[in-house]
């Protein structure tokens, strides 16, 4: 038992690698132990873009959460990923809590101004995230993961892709608004592209 649980975690790994290595991505030890269940963490059935890739861990057997609440948790970030290959604004902005804000005392209309200059600079725009659920309370309506990952896109006029963002350990806080709406996050600093490194990862 213990020898298929080890194979299975290592084939995890070496496709974790694949996922975000060859993006040149840093994937911190604790994403890179992840395994997957049926209805957890796959993302092939949603029409999105090969340049997408989702891995989530299952959440730790002592947290309290339904398999489908954790599809729901997924499924948001599925959204904003549609929205973002589509650079649907409007879309992605109903995302976010009316109460979103970020340790730069950024609110919801800083993330809009984000996310349209992004979208005005860039084409064929998508993302890379390997999670995992590290916080969730059912009573208050909230869930907390762990990411790390990047965005990547073509600048305009150009046909190279590049790393717009990079992230290392973010925790993306969600709240319970009849669906799930991005509340805040907090995090390490983050590489984008064109600037010099920032205090946190504003994007999500």
């Given at each position: 038992?213990?020898?298929?649980?080890?194979?299975?975690?290592?084939?995890?790994?070496?496709?974790?690698?694949?996922?975000?290595?060859?993006?040149?991505?840093?994937?911190?030890?604790?994403?890179?132990?992840?395994?997957?269940q049926?209805?957890?963490?796959?993302?092939?059935d949603?029409?999105?873009?090969?340049?997408f890739?989702?891995?989530?861990?299952?959440?730790?057997?002592?947290?309290?959460?339904?398999?489908?609440?954790?599809?729901?948790?997924?499924?948001?970030?599925?959204?904003?990923?549609?929205?973002?290959?589509?650079?649907?604004?409007?879309t992605?902005?109903?995302?976010?809590?009316?109460?979103?804000?970020?340790?730069?005392?950024?609110?919801?209309?800083?993330?809009?101004?984000?996310?349209?200059?992004?979208?005005?600079?860039?084409?064929?725009?998508?993302?890379?995230?390997?999670?995992?659920?590290?916080a969730?309370?059912?009573?208050a309506?909230?869930?907390?993961?762990e990411?790390?990952g990047?965005?990547?896109?073509t600048?305009?006029?150009?046909?190279r892709?590049?790393?717009?963002?990079?992230?290392?350990?973010?925790?993306?806080?969600?709240?319970?608004?009849?669906?799930?709406?991005?509340?805040?996050?907090?995090?390490?600093?983050?590489?984008?592209?064109?600037?010099?490194?920032?205090?946190?990862h504003?994007?999500?």
């Open positions: 038992m213990k020898t298929t649980l080890r194979l299975l975690l290592n084939g995890y790994k070496i496709m974790l690698k694949k996922v975000l290595v060859m993006s040149q991505v840093t994937i911190p030890a604790i994403a890179l132990v992840l395994y997957m049926s209805g957890f963490a796959t993302s092939e949603m029409q999105l873009s090969g340049e890739s989702m891995v989530m861990a299952p959440p730790v057997a002592s947290m309290q959460i339904d398999e489908s609440e954790v599809q729901n948790i997924m499924d948001f970030f599925h959204q904003a990923e549609r929205a973002i290959e589509s650079e649907n604004i409007d992605l902005m109903t995302l976010y809590s009316d109460k979103y804000t970020n340790l730069r005392n950024g609110n919801k209309e800083f993330a809009e101004e984000l996310w349209n200059k992004i979208f005005a600079g860039f084409d064929n725009i998508s993302s890379r995230h390997a999670m995992k659920l590290i969730y309370d059912e009573t309506g909230q869930a907390i993961t990411c790390s990047l965005l990547t896109g600048p305009k006029g150009e046909s892709r590049v790393t717009i963002d990079r992230w290392d350990d973010q925790r993306h806080i969600l709240i319970k608004e009849g669906d799930w709406k991005l509340f805040g996050n907090a995090g390490e600093s983050a590489r984008r592209y064109g600037l010099e490194e920032g205090k946190l504003p994007l999500f």
